[in-house]
């Protein structure tokens, strides 16, 4: 079942215009990027690992360059050389950076992803000279394909001065706004090789008992987005046996093919895209890529479309699924930092919680452990100390779940909050929280 698809043109930054499209060789496009030059580069399973290994080799070529990532999920070789010459700048710090945060050549540049696509373009805040990305070969249609990664680069694909992109025989083509005309793309470069996949995380006892919680306030046609992570995965093994259930998120991953078999996923309820599930990345395995390549049911969407208010509140009864890595007693969030060291960043989770409480019928859901550190540590606490990150404010604050239950906090008063959050932490530490 699907409805009329959404043009999303109007969500998009305007094109820069033709270019050339030529097929090259890799030394000439690496020749085509200067010493000094701040480059944008795919994220996720979209990461170009073939761009980046060339460029590994021929590294002589440059003094300086500023490789300005989103989110990455595996080790990736320009890592290994930091100021010589690859400087980084990061949505979202993660530990495969390490090496290069531990050389100094890490900075993290905060931003919630509906203000991404403004950042790099020509008047933004931090333009770039380059993008990096990786396409499918093109399809009968003659288009290429963005795949897995389309979110936080397309815009960028639109408007900076030159677009370099990996054809790559092992990226599904997805339809959506990642197909590419051959003259929206400067120099094409065969390099074959395996995508970066993200492997299923591994749910256990206390991650099931959360999801059961979630399951439980999930109601029939809901509108779901869904965050990455054990809870995550888990929550949507749960929602198998519910009915008519849509997907309009920033990602999605392995866990979607159930839902779909399973008969939960149908999109017949949603108000906008029937039938369609919207994302921006496809963050899983080579079964996800396999599943995805040329199927109808995925669309991928800009994030304009993905994350914005105005798209959000319009969903029948959107419902966000996220996490965190500690709630304070007045609900306010941290989901990017422990100890005052950044470990992520905001991404979607801000605009997500946004979104859900401007729609009607719309919740937004934080599901996490009650503990850390193997339950040494409580993660309702107090207050957000001082030193860590507010992801999400006190007042966009909706559900928050763990294995003992859910607390609902919006439109609650502190005491109130208060209390149900100690409701819902571990018992070894609701006396300290008292």
Known sequence: MTSELTDFAP????????RP??????????????SGQRLLVGQACGAPLGLFEAMVAERERWDELELLFGIQLAHLPVVDYPNDPFRFTTLQPNPFLKPASEAGAVTPLTARITDVPRLFTPNGSQPVDAVLIQVSPPGPEGLFSMGTSVGVMIDAVRSAPL??????????????????RRDEIDLLVEIDGPLVELVRATAGPVEEQVADHVAGIVPDGATLQFGIGAVPE??????SEQRNLGVHSGMISDGIIEMVEAGALSGAAKSMDKGVIITGELMGTRRLFDWAHRNPLVRTAPPAYTHGGSVLERCHRFTAINSAIEVGLDGSVNGESIGGRLVSGPGGQPDFAEGALRCPG???????PSTAAKGKVSRIVRRISGEAAITVPRHQVDRIVTEYGVASLY???????????R?????NFREDLA
């Not at 969500?11 to 033709?18: E, H, I, Q």
């Not at 719309?362 to 996490?368: F, N």
């Open 11 to 18: 969500y998009l930054t305007p094109s820069l215009g033709a």
């Open 21 to 34: 499209g030529r097929r090259v060789e890799v030394g000439e496009a690496l020749a085509a990027i200067k």
């Open 163 to 180: 677009v370099i992109a990996q054809v790559n025989e092992s990226m599904p083509y997805t339809f959506g706004v990642g197909e590419l």
């Open 234 to 239: 888990a929550i949507s093994a749960r929602l």
């Open 362 to 368: 719309g919740m937004s859901v934080l599901a996490l």
């Open 411 to 421: 439109g609650q008063t502190l005491p109130q909050r208060a209390e149900a959050l």
């Open 423 to 427: 409701a819902v932490a571990h018992p």
